[in-house]
């Protein structure tokens, strides 16, 4: 029995045929190389997290540079601890679990951070988990925390990294998917990551700041740095982004720092001067005169 090619049953049934038999070979195609997508994706990821120590490296060289300078990868909980768990740090996705919900409990505790601990601490099982970085680089430890946020158009995210004195930015990497070209975009850029080396995350009495960008200049504020000129709302997104995140790890930074040694001499010489205005004790000029 020959086949009618011209009907409408023949047409119907080829293009049913053809569209399973492509949509099968993409299926195939994408399992087979997501593999190969998983590890670029992983790649990037070391490849940021080193730039935020200022080394530079091409994809194909990111693991090899990344397990050279990694010294260990712990996972905090929302109270700033070191958590037991399982779960590696490298392997959380931060940019995912902001997208998943995290933001809305930013935004609904934003100004109460006891409040958003505890909402972050009972999040999905366990809470949530916050993973830093500890590379060696130099023959000092820095710490570097992923960070994640909102900017005109949608998420924005990046790397920052804190010396081994627990408050002093080494560096800082940002990206984003969508913000503006030629204003919220610059945050991609080295113009705007280089001035947030040396800045401090606490003030002169020990009090977390955090990093802020500041609209109209940071005019040498040890904490802040300039805003992108156009971008105000990107930037506002970065200071929030980093201050919030930042927090978080406050605890951390702080077992770092060294407490100030107090300065032997003086404590000596004043305890000494005190001791002798107690018993009225006359100083005798010794000095001899020819």
Do not use: C
Not at 72 to 96: C, Q, S
Not at 226 to 255: C, H, Q, W
Not at 256 to 281: G, I
């Amino acid at each position: 029995m020959a086949v009618d090619v011209n009907s409408n049953k023949y047409t119907f049934i080829f293009a049913t045929v053809m569209v399973v038999v492509v949509a099968t070979l993409l299926a195939l195609a994408s399992e087979s190389l997501k593999p190969m997508q998983n590890e670029n994706v992983a790649n990037e990821k070391r490849q940021n997290i080193l730039s935020s120590i200022g080394i530079s490296v091409d994809a194909s060289e990111a693991k090899a540079a990344y397990e050279k300078y990694l010294v260990e990868a712990v996972v905090l909980d929302a109270n700033g601890a070191v958590k037991e768990t399982e779960v590696n740090a490298f392997d959380i996705d931060v940019l995912k679990d902001y997208k998943a919900g995290l933001s809305n409990i930013y935004k609904a505790n934003a100004g109460d951070m006891e409040a958003m601990k505890a909402a972050l601490t009972s999040w999905g099982e366990g809470g949530v988990n916050y993973p830093l970085f500890v590379l060696n680089k130099d023959g000092q430890d820095v710490y570097v925390v992923p960070v994640v946020g909102t900017g005109l158009w949608g998420p924005i995210w990046g790397y920052v990294t804190v010396a081994s004195d627990g408050k002093t930015v080494v560096g800082a990497v940002f990206d984003h998917k969508s913000e503006t070209p030629g204003l919220g975009a610059e945050i991609k850029e080295a113009s705007f990551q280089k001035p947030f080396e040396g800045k401090t995350i606490f003030d002169e009495n020990g009090d977390f700041t955090g990093i802020k960008v500041i609209k109209g200049g940071a005019k040498g504020d040890p904490h802040g740095v300039d805003a992108i000129s156009g971008g105000t709302i990107t930037s506002n997104g970065v200071t929030e982004m980093l201050v919030r995140t930042l927090k978080i790890y406050e605890p951390y930074f702080l077992g770092l720092q060294t407490p100030a040694e107090p300065e032997v001499e003086e404590v000596v010489a004043d305890s000494l001067t005190m001791a002798m205005d107690s018993l009225n004790v006359e100083v005798v000029d010794t000095t001899v005169v020819d």
